[in-house]
């Protein structure tokens, strides 16, 4: 097998075209008759024993001419008895015409020069249903005296079978080594290429590795040689040009603008969007451009950003609601830590949706000792996916939100301690919320590749609608207003600010939802998440439809 392909194998028929009457003609060519090689062949005994001597003319004749007649013929196993080395020769010499697909061969002696025998081939390849193609070379052969027998032989080599050809490699024909051409296209038809979307150069390297045998794509054919593994190390002759493949993705033309926009003045910085009703995958960016691929691939703590999971946990347990009275406490202990909100401020007497506006630390914190230890990592899973295996169409980190206990549980619930994620998994939480179902984002549609999505059950009706509320409210007028003022529609969004040790600023976070489309960003390493990625997230958002 080669790079997934079976390279054919046809029987070889050989013949041999040489002047007069073949290869026992070659005596002929010396000049001075069959007795005159004989006389010749016998008058070295006086300078060195017979059985040291090198060949005399008549014996290259004939040992060559048999040789490339047992050849021609398809008889690799005599041709190989006239060598040196009759188990390597034997077996590649049938390796040639089982592997390189030849179904005809002629092979055309010259005039001897010592003990070397140049010789032409023209062959005849047809690999499975294409035409046959005419491949011809010229080669050469040496004829000795084994040392350990005296026998007149061909010195075996490889080089024999083609000039220059070593040993651990072989002539075969069949699919090139190389990867056929894949066009990527984007949801509207047009061809998604490196040079116009840098951003997005290593996600068309991964669908045209993935998808190339399901894109109606073709190698080249070629005879080759190969090395040991399978490795092109000269393309001898195309039989085949190769045929250019198409995959679509789900990229949106104007929404893939809009990110690669939003991002373009950032130092470092990430964006996806996706569509909420279907998952949908609509547009990534990342800068810089040739940076690592934190959209799609990224780990990080999503700070606040996570309190809408939270928040859903909550209300599902029946420890938060909305309009209810919830406690916002400048500080919080739980598990030996001391927590606090951003200033250490505090709301009196408000509501869950005020702390959810306001994004205040304590109020998810406060609820920490009602809850088991798995019991946000099953949410996340069951009701957003997170944590699951998504089949993206590339490579992808899907969440993760570990089983912690004591203090660490406690900063998982405001996005911080173990849970890791990137704003295709942040922004496919605002999709679920917006929709009121999970559905896992895809970049390439899952017929392609025979795929099956990933599913989860979402949250209840009731809980969704109420995020959906609590999101809007942080929209509107919470710590998200900023950043999506002037944008109309049915509109929530959320911010984060994820504390990493280390660093100067925390990593900043925004996610959010306009109409059907669902956008998540991160700019690390710049301050808060309203001021920072909102601006990159309402960007992107302006050009949902």
Same mark, same amino acid.
């Given at each position: 097998?080669?790079?997934?392909?079976?390279?054919?194998?046809?029987?070889?028929?050989?013949?041999?075209?040489?002047?007069?009457?073949?290869?026992?003609?070659?005596?002929?060519?010396?000049?001075?008759?069959?007795?005159?090689?004989?006389?010749?062949?016998?008058?070295?005994?006086?300078?060195?024993?017979?059985?040291?001597?090198?060949?005399?003319?008549?014996?290259?004749?004939?040992?060559?001419?048999?040789?490339?007649?047992?050849?021609?013929?398809?008889?690799?196993?005599?041709?190989?008895?006239?060598?040196?080395?009759?188990?390597?020769?034997?077996?590649?010499?049938?390796?040639?015409?089982?592997?390189?697909?030849?179904?005809?061969?002629?092979?055309?002696?010259?005039?001897?020069?010592?003990?070397?025998?140049?010789?032409?081939?023209?062959?005849?390849?047809?690999?499975?249903?294409?035409?046959?193609?005419?491949?011809?070379?010229?080669?050469?052969?040496?004829?000795?005296?084994?040392?350990?027998?005296?026998?007149?032989?061909?010195?075996?080599?490889?080089?024999?079978?083609?000039?220059?050809?070593?040993?651990?490699?072989?002539?075969? &024909?069949?699919?090139?080594?190389? /990867?056929?051409?894949?066009?990527?296209?984007? @949801?509207?038809?047009?061809?998604?290429?490196?040079?116009? $979307?840098?951003?997005?150069?290593?996600?068309?390297?991964?669908?045209?590795?993935?998808?190339?045998?399901?894109?109606?794509?073709?190698?080249?054919?070629?005879?080759?040689?190969?090395?040991?593994?399978?490795?092109?190390?000269?393309?001898?002759?195309?039989?085949?040009?190769?045929?250019?493949?198409?995959?679509?993705?789900?990229?949106?033309?104007? +929404?893939?603008?809009? @990110?690669? #926009?939003?991002?373009?003045?950032?130092?470092?910085?990430?964006?996806?969007?996706?569509?909420?009703?279907?998952?949908? +995958?609509?547009?990534?960016?990342?800068?810089?451009?040739?940076?690592?691929?934190?959209?799609?691939?990224?780990?990080?703590?999503?700070?606040?950003?996570?309190? +809408?999971?939270? #928040?859903?946990?909550?209300?599902?347990?029946?420890?938060?609601?909305?309009? #209810?009275? $919830?406690?916002?406490?400048?500080?919080?202990?739980?598990?030996?830590?001391?927590?606090?909100?951003?200033?250490?401020?505090?709301?009196?007497?408000?509501?869950?949706?005020?702390?959810?506006?306001?994004?205040?630390?304590?109020?998810?914190?406060?609820?920490?000792?009602?809850?088991?230890?798995?019991?946000?990592?099953? $949410? @996340?899973?069951?009701?957003?996916?997170?944590?699951?295996?998504?089949?993206?169409?590339?490579?992808?980190?899907?969440?993760?939100?570990?089983?912690?206990?004591?203090?660490?549980?406690?900063?998982?619930?405001?996005?911080?301690?173990?849970?890791?994620?990137?704003?295709?998994?942040?922004?496919?939480?605002?999709?679920?919320?917006?929709?009121? &179902?999970?559905?896992?984002?895809?970049?390439?549609?899952?017929? +392609?590749?025979?795929?099956? /999505?990933?599913? #989860?059950?979402?949250?209840?009706?009731?809980?969704?609608?109420?995020?959906?509320?609590?999101?809007?409210?942080?929209?509107?007028?919470?710590?998200?207003?900023?950043?999506?003022?002037?944008?109309?529609?049915?509109?929530?969004?959320?911010?984060?600010?994820?504390?990493?040790?280390?660093?100067?600023?925390?990593?900043?976070?925004?996610?959010?939802?306009?109409?059907?489309?669902?956008?998540?960003?991160?700019?690390?390493?710049?301050? $808060?998440?309203?001021?920072?990625?909102?601006?990159?997230?309402?960007?992107?958002?302006?050009?949902?439809?």
């Amino acid at each position: 097998m080669r790079n997934g392909q079976k390279v054919a194998v046809i029987a070889g028929v050989f013949v041999v075209m040489a002047t007069g009457a073949g290869f026992g003609a070659y005596s002929m060519l010396s000049g001075d008759g069959d007795d005159g090689g004989q006389q010749n062949a016998s008058s070295t005994s006086d300078a060195e024993p017979q059985e040291s001597a090198p060949p005399s003319a008549a014996e290259v004749l004939e040992v060559s001419g048999e040789f490339l007649d047992a050849w021609a013929a398809g008889d690799t196993d005599g041709a190989a008895a006239l060598t040196d080395d009759a188990g390597s020769a034997a077996q590649a010499l049938a390796a040639l015409a089982e592997d390189a697909s030849v179904s005809g061969f002629t092979l055309s002696a010259g005039a001897p020069e010592g003990g070397s025998v140049p010789f032409g081939v023209v062959a005849n390849i047809a690999y499975e249903e294409l035409p046959e193609r005419e491949w011809s070379y010229d080669s050469e052969l040496t004829v000795v005296r084994d040392a350990d027998s005296g026998e007149i032989v061909v010195d075996w080599e490889p080089s024999v079978l083609y000039p220059g050809l070593a040993e651990g490699q072989r002539i075969e &024909t069949g699919p090139s080594g190389e /990867l056929p051409p894949v066009t990527v296209l984007d @949801a509207e038809g047009g061809e998604l290429t490196a040079q116009a $979307h840098p951003t997005l150069k290593g996600v068309l390297e991964d669908i045209g590795e993935r998808f190339a045998d399901h894109s109606g794509a073709s190698p080249a054919v070629v005879t080759r040689i190969t090395d040991a593994e399978g490795g092109t190390v000269e393309e001898l002759i195309e039989l085949a040009e190769p045929v250019a493949g198409e995959v679509p993705t789900t990229i949106v033309p104007a +929404i893939q603008a809009a @990110a690669e #926009a939003a991002v373009a003045d950032k130092d470092r910085a990430a964006v996806v969007a996706i569509q909420a009703s279907t998952g949908a +995958i609509q547009g990534v960016a990342n800068a810089p451009a040739d940076s690592f691929d934190i959209a799609l691939q990224g780990s990080y703590a999503p700070g606040s950003t996570f309190k +809408i999971v939270t #928040a859903s946990l909550l209300i599902d347990e029946g420890l938060a609601s909305a309009g #209810a009275k $919830h406690p916002c406490p400048k500080y919080f202990e739980h598990g030996g830590w001391k927590f606090q909100n951003l200033d250490k401020f505090e709301i009196k007497d408000g509501t869950f949706a005020d702390s959810f506006a306001a994004s205040c630390n304590t109020a998810f914190i406060s609820q920490a000792g009602e809850l088991s230890d798995e019991a946000l990592g099953d $949410h @996340a899973r069951d009701a957003f996916g997170l944590g699951l295996t998504w089949s993206v169409g590339v490579s992808t980190l899907d969440g993760a939100v570990p089983t912690q206990s004591l203090a660490q549980m406690a900063a998982s619930l405001i996005g911080q301690g173990g849970v890791r994620m990137n704003p295709m998994t942040m922004a496919s939480v605002s999709a679920t919320v917006k929709s009121g &179902t999970f559905k896992q984002p895809y970049l390439v549609p899952a017929e +392609i590749g025979g795929r099956e /999505l990933a599913t #989860a059950a979402g949250p209840s009706a009731a809980t969704a609608a109420e995020l959906r509320s609590l999101m809007n409210r942080t929209a509107v007028s919470g710590t998200a207003a900023e950043a999506m003022a002037g944008l109309s529609g049915d509109i929530g969004a959320k911010t984060g600010s994820a504390e990493v040790d280390g660093q100067d600023k925390p990593n900043a976070w925004f996610t959010g939802y306009r109409n059907d489309l669902a956008v998540a960003a991160v700019v690390p390493d710049s301050g $808060h998440g309203g001021s920072n990625a909102g601006p990159v997230v309402a960007q992107v958002l302006s050009a949902a439809p």
